[in-house]
Nanobody
Framework: VQLQASGGGLVQPGGSLRLTCAAS????????VGWFRQAPGKERDLVAS????????YYPDSVKGRFTISRDNAKNTAYLQMNSLKPEDTALYYC?????????????????WGQGTLVTVSS
């Protein structure tokens, strides 16, 4: 199983990025998907999650209205669209998948994790 996160980079405040999570070795349509981030010296935080059917999503207040999680099961890929980025969004971003039998929107107990992609928001 491999989850390949990509799309990070340096962006100015107010800018946008789209992160991609490409899955291999599993069928993404059989899993819920989550995006997490971890800034230096801080705990890893959940920033978005989506059910395996795509009918339920969750965003914490810190990103609500700015971030959008989506999935394209035909491409075995999930996305995180990030708009109106702020310096405090700077972090290493990870995607992860969880068996839907144990998933709930604020779950942090994911089964498989990808490597991180770095997002830096700075002028």
């Amino acid at each position: 199983v491999q989850l390949q996160a990509s799309g990070g980079g340096l962006v100015q405040p107010g800018g946008s990025l789209r992160l991609t999570c490409a899955a291999s070795g599993l069928r993404l349509d059989e899993y819920a998907v989550g995006w997490f981030r971890q800034a230096p010296g801080k705990e890893r935080d959940l920033v978005a999650s989506i059910s395996w059917r795509g009918d339920k999503t969750y965003y914490p207040d810190s990103v609500k209205g700015r971030f959008t999680i989506s999935r394209d099961n035909a491409k075995n890929t999930a996305y995180l669209q990030m708009n109106s980025l702020k310096p405090e969004d700077t972090a290493l971003y990870y995607c992860a998948v969880q068996d839907p039998a144990s998933w709930y929107p604020t779950s942090r107990e994911y089964d498989y994790w990808g490597q991180g992609t770095l997002v830096t928001v700075s002028s």
